[in-house]
């Protein structure tokens, strides 16, 4: 990491002043493109805030909620593992020296010249989760190390139910292992996933209580079975329940009850939204105001505005949390009336709406606004539809912890030349 690249200040700061230093300079510059600033302090506060609440449980970035090459550097200097999903994926973590045992290939569905750069480059655990998987393993990476990812029998309220398209059921369990050990497969683990942004603490006990009962057949089928991969789904807003610390209290008892320290299992999990959706705020334009009259056009009955930036830029994640998406003027408006409010990206597409029925004061052309928790499946999903400009992106530390990083990075390099030498 280039210290150029950051703006290291002497105190922490608000990402709200942030955003609006960026505002200022970016206007002084005489430039109005949308812009996004991110807290490294955020990302490295709520890395050690896991490792202190469950501290069992081995971290593997998500790379697929947020792959900023200074946020995914950053996690990288702190020891973190990670969850890759593809060929690039890949060779993004390997790219920054990240050893292979630090990374899992997550993804029940490979593409077969993945599965060959995967072991080209030595990272032998990926997860699968039926027969037609298990052929194309067998026959490109016969020695990579499974994962034998299953969907729980009860669900939960979560904004995403990836068991809908990803794990097998119980029944096909026994099936599925003992595939495996007709191949000469190695099974090593389970793993589950309770669905992106879970809504409950207790997806994570029913699950691992279940991971239990696949454990068990799958040492009865003659595998050595030490890997538990309690996946992602956790939240990443202050506002949000339930909190991590919520989670912790439940994922600690549960593999205190089903998997104690005792035996000896291993336990990764998966997060990627909790690290940096509120790491990240957005400043982002006016660049046009419609007014919605009453009938009989005495007085205003709704606002339209445009910014620019929008679902196909910045906000994708905008049209699946309508109640959560929190914006505010950059300008104090506080004694402004408000009123209630749609707002537009900018591109040409009618679908391009942030939010309906908000209640927002009255705004200009020109002024600018702040879109919080904005670092969730943003910059990953960000498309260049209409030719829409990308954010203008600034990165905040405070120099206490950007010391702390830049340490770390040292020592890495150190231990790295002390293994190759």
């Given at each position: 990491m280039e210290d150029n690249n950051v703006l290291v200040v002497d105190v922490r700061r608000s990402r709200t002043e942030y955003?609006?230093?960026?505002?200022?300079?970016?206007?002084?510059?005489?430039?109005?493109?949308?812009?996004?600033?991110?807290?490294?302090?955020?990302?490295?506060?709520?890395?050690?805030?896991?490792?202190?609440?469950?501290?069992?449980?081995?971290?593997?970035y998500a790379l697929k909620c947020n792959n900023d090459e200074k946020i995914v550097s950053v996690l990288a200097s702190l020891g973190s593992s990670f969850d890759c999903a593809s060929k690039?994926?890949?060779?993004?973590?390997?790219?920054?020296?990240?050893?292979?045992s630090r990374i899992i290939y997550a993804n029940t569905c490979k593409q077969m010249s993945h599965i060959t750069y995967a072991k080209d480059h030595d990272v032998d655990l990926m997860t699968f989760d039926n027969e037609e998987e298990l052929v194309k393993i067998k026959m490109l990476y016969g020695s990579a190390r499974l994962l034998l990812r299953f969907r729980s029998k009860q669900t939960f309220k979560?904004?995403?139910?990836?068991?809908?398209?990803?794990?097998?059921?119980?029944?096909?369990?026994?099936?599925?292992?003992?595939?495996?050990?007709?191949?000469?497969?190695?099974i090593v683990?389970?793993?589950?996933?309770?669905?992106?942004?879970?809504?409950s603490a207790d997806a994570f006990?029913?699950?691992?209580?279940?991971?239990?009962?696949?454990?068990?057949?799958?040492?009865?089928?003659?595998?050595s079975m030490g890997i538990l991969d309690i996946g992602g789904g956790y939240r990443g807003r202050d506002a949000d329940l339930p909190t991590l610390e919520q989670n912790a209290e439940v994922i600690n008892k549960s593999l205190d009850e089903y998997f104690p320290e005792t035996d000896g299992v291993k336990v990764i999990a998966e997060p990627g939204r909790y690290l940096v959706e509120a790491a990240v705020s957005s400043g982002v334009n006016i660049i046009g105001r419609k007014d919605i009259y009453s009938e009989d056009k005495t007085d205003i009955d709704r606002i339209m505005y445009n910014l620019n930036d929008g679902l196909y830029g910045s906000f994708n994640w905008a049209s699946d949390m309508k109640?959560?998406?929190?914006?505010?003027?950059?300008?104090?408006k506080a004694?402004?009336?408000?009123?209630?409010?749609?707002?537009?990206?900018?591109t040409c597409c009618s679908t391009d709406c942030l939010a309906t029925d908000i209640m927002l004061p009255l705004m200009e052309v020109g002024d600018w606004v702040n879109i919080s928790d904005a670092g969730a499946y943003s910059f990953s999903l960000s498309t260049s539809f209409n030719s829409m400009p990308r954010p203008n992106v600034?990165?905040?530390?405070?120099?206490?912890?950007?010391?702390?990083?830049?340490h770390q990075i040292r020592e890495a390099e150190k231990a790295a030349t002390w293994c190759h030498s």
């Open positions: 955003v609006n230093w960026q505002v200022k300079y970016q206007t002084e510059l005489g430039l109005d493109d949308p812009l996004v600033v991110v807290d490294i302090d955020e990302v490295v506060e709520r890395y050690k805030n896991w490792h202190q609440l469950l501290p069992r449980v081995e971290l593997f690039t994926e890949l060779q993004q973590i390997l790219d920054l020296g990240v050893d292979p979560a904004m995403y139910q990836l068991g809908k398209k990803f794990g097998c059921v119980f029944e096909e369990v026994k099936d599925l292992f003992l595939s495996a050990k007709n191949k000469g497969l190695d683990g389970v793993s589950f996933h309770v669905g992106s942004n879970c809504m006990s029913a699950s691992i209580k279940e991971a239990r009962m696949i454990f068990d057949i799958g040492i009865e089928a003659g595998f109640d959560g998406f929190v914006m505010s003027p950059v300008l104090n004694k402004t009336d408000k009123y209630n409010s749609t707002v537009w990206g900018p600034y990165y905040f530390c405070s120099r206490d912890t950007w010391t702390s990083v830049q």
